[in-house]
């Protein structure tokens, strides 16, 4: 069931797709499960598929760059939430990119995470499922043809780089969980739960300072409008300055440069010691772990949590078991905060510990959203 106001399209029949798979990703298993499940499917639902099987790291990336991408319908990424970030940056880096991102998106699971595939089958409503039954489902929705809105998150760093991320933005914990549990992928998602368990026995504690606007602060309170700086995409050559600039990327209207402070109408954490922070906008952080059952899709909505200093390995534990059903903000942890925003702020005191965004490793630095 759709929540009022969402309205969906319907691809074309026939249709085309262009079907993105990393061969590497999760268990090494992508393109024998998409020929096995998926291709039948869509034969039966008069899809036409051409496979792109990327070979190397940014290869979907330049692919959805570089290409005329009028001859499909669709662009399908059957792989982790990894390959679908370098799809989106890359259509986000194309000259017409407004036109670009009005080409339906698909996820099909083929990695370890699969945590937008996880969260679009919970919002349709469809029973908690993984591996080939989370597969099949996510088929199902491409053969039915539905599309709707999604929201994207612009990210930018001190350095410069500026991303568009559909998940999430993990500094602490979460982060230091899913790259130091890279070396398992061949466990599939079980790599998270012994990762959770190695990165537990050394919790670590990060310093920096967090802010953020929250939802309900922002009736007629938004900045001064000013130029907006050149837009800088993933460290590549600026456009020139202006909003009028043909084809330059949106503009950060929520947002001052990260060089002042945050405006008078944001909210600073008083706490500047943290075991996690995680800013999330789709309803689950992995196939098994629903972080923010409030999401939805195009909700407009950042879902910030943070876990302050202090917390015992046995109450974490107990919050992440707690989250593969969706309850632990039931627990009432006085360390565990969870805030709805539009957007945030964080400023690591030194450049310690991983920050992700959509499971991709960051360098360590001022970040906002």
Not at 111 to 134: F, P, R, T
């Amino acid at each position: 069931l759709s929540p009022p106001g969402d309205s969906y399209g319907v691809l074309p029949r026939p249709c085309h797709a262009l079907v993105l798979l990393n061969p590497q990703s999760g268990s090494g298993r992508a393109l024998d499960d998409f020929q096995a499940v998926v291709q039948p499917m869509l034969a039966d639902a008069d899809i036409a598929t051409t496979v792109f099987v990327t070979e190397r790291p940014h290869h979907a990336h330049e692919k959805v760059r570089d290409e005329d991408l009028s001859q499909w319908d669709t662009l399908v990424v059957m792989s982790g939430d990894g390959l679908l970030f370098e799809v989106v940056n890359g259509l986000m880096e194309r000259p017409d990119w407004k036109e670009a991102m009005k080409k339906p998106l698909c996820i099909l699971p083929g990695g370890s995470g699969n945590a937008l595939a996880a969260s679009i089958n919970y919002y349709a409503g469809y029973d908690h499922v993984a591996k080939k039954k989370l597969l099949t489902n996510c088929a199902f929705i491409l053969c039915k043809g539905l599309h709707t809105q999604m929201d994207l998150v612009s990210l930018s760093t001190a350095s410069g780089k500026r991303f568009f991320s559909f998940l999430g933005f993990g500094w602490g914990f979460i982060s230091d969980v899913d790259i130091d549990s890279e070396k398992y992928r061949w466990l599939g998602s079980a790599r998270f739960t012994l990762g959770t368990l190695q990165c537990l026995a050394k919790l670590r504690v990060y310093q920096g300072r967090l802010s953020y606007l929250p939802v309900t602060a922002e009736q007629g309170t938004s900045p001064a409008p000013r130029d907006p700086p050149a837009p800088v995409t993933n460290g590549h050559i600026p456009q020139p300055a202006g909003t009028e600039a043909p084809g330059s990327l949106p503009h950060d209207s929520l947002l001052v440069p990260l060089g002042q402070p945050v405006p008078a109408h944001w909210t600073v954490v008083p706490e500047e010691e943290f075991v996690l922070v995680y800013a999330i906008y789709q309803s689950h952080l992995g196939t098994n772990l629903l972080m923010a059952p409030a999401a939805r899709l195009h909700d407009g909505c950042i879902h910030l949590f943070y876990m302050k200093a202090g917390i015992s390995r046995v109450t974490l534990l107990k919050l992440f078991l707690a989250m593969s059903r969706g309850t632990h903000l039931d627990l009432n942890c006085p360390h565990l905060c969870y805030v709805p925003v539009r957007a945030f702020r964080l400023e690591p005191r030194v450049a310690a510990g991983i920050m992700t965004v959509d499971g991709e490793a960051l360098a360590c630095e001022p970040v906002q959203g």
